[in-house]
């Protein structure tokens, strides 16, 4: 079997090779929300109220990214370390558990959306019905199909994982440009507002997600995707969050912080509208800039799991060696 490249190719060019795939990738997972609210806010009369409504959903997007970045992290430095270490079984069996804990953390999403998601937008649409109803179909869609998004997460940490960061961006690209075009034509042509930005949303979702798992059922040969191990492992999963927890309750504490704007704005003597929706925009924006330096930090879980689990001593003082610079620059965020 042909070495992998995170062993043997020369350190810095593997960084850029891998870190800049992974910075679009991140960077087109932001994206999403920021197209639907530019589709919505010019729908017409109604798009400055339908953004608002989109803006008190954003928390729950916030933490539904929040729980995938948690599971994604400390899979792939467990997934990463494993294949480093040569341990095969391990390494399929942390697959497993992922694509497990996948599908566990949709089902709680699901479960919200059917009877937690006109409560939630209630609470801080202060009595106005319109805010309410868009909010809620909007939100109700996004949970109940949220295993787009979920799932995807894990297939993309798989490839990652490998070293296969091209592959990933192709198939964040693919969903990216889905959500695009499909936001048109559900909104203006198709006349579903509110309805379509959530189903252009979550279609986009799943596009990533089935392209993500071709790439990862036909080019991933050092993950063997047998049913079998799906099977949950305690022992893994303890190690999956050991890693990852501190990730997901970092940008868990800033859906906490969106919602909490969210409430404050919405006491203002002023049109409310107009400012918790400015508020949505100007945070959804910039997300971005905080995405991408997520994607620099997995790049650096990769790549330092691997030699970790390789127990190559000079490329991961290598790896340490790359790190103090980007702190330096900003670019490295802290959570990962």
Not at 90 to 112: E, M
Not at 124 to 143: D, E, K, Q, W
Not at 246 to 266: H, K, R, W
Not at 317 to 327: H, M, T, V
Request: with cysteine; proline share 2%; glycine share 10%.
């Amino acid at each position: 079997m042909k070495e992998n490249k995170m062993a043997t190719e020369p350190l810095k060019k593997l960084f850029w090779s891998m870190g800049i795939p992974m910075i679009v990738s991140m960077v087109l997972q932001a994206l999403y929300n920021v197209v639907d609210s530019i589709f919505v806010t010019n729908m017409g009369a109604e798009g400055v109220v339908a953004n608002q409504a989109l803006t008190l959903a954003f928390p729950i997007q916030i933490l539904i990214i929040a729980l995938g970045v948690g599971t994604g992290v400390g899979l792939n430095a467990l997934l990463s370390r494993s294949l480093g270490e040569k341990n095969k079984e391990k390494v399929n069996s942390v697959a497993g558990n992922g694509i497990f804990l996948s599908i566990v953390i949709y089902l709680g999403f699901l479960l919200f959306g059917l009877i937690g998601a006109k409560w939630f937008i209630q609470l801080f649409a202060n009595g106005l019905t319109s805010v309410v109803n868009y909010g809620t179909v909007y939100l109700r869609i996004c949970c109940c199909l949220s295993l787009g998004a979920i799932a995807f997460t894990v297939y993309e940490r798989f490839l990652q994982a490998t070293g296969k960061t091209m592959l990933s961006t192709i198939s964040q690209l693919s969903g990216a440009f889905t959500n695009i075009i499909l936001d048109y034509i559900f909104i203006y042509p198709l006349n579903m507002g509110v309805a379509g930005a959530a189903w252009a949303t979550v279609i986009g979702q799943f596009v990533s997600l089935f392209v993500a798992m071709y790439f990862h059922y036909t080019k991933n040969t050092e993950i063997d995707g047998n049913i079998k191990y799906i099977r949950p492992q305690v022992n893994i999963i303890k190690g999956i969050y050991k890693i990852g927890v501190s990730a997901a309750i970092m940008q868990a504490l800033l859906a906490v912080m969106m919602a909490g704007m969210n409430a404050i704005l919405g006491t203002a003597k002023v049109d409310t509208s107009i400012l918790v929706g400015t508020f949505g925009i100007y945070y959804k924006i910039q997300q971005v800039a905080l995405f991408s330096a997520f994607g620099l930090s997995n790049t650096i879980i990769s790549i330092l799991s691997f030699n970790y689990g390789l127990k190559d001593k000079n490329r991961i003082n290598d790896c340490s060696d790359i790190l103090p610079p980007l702190k330096k620059w900003g670019l490295l965020a802290r959570q990962h």
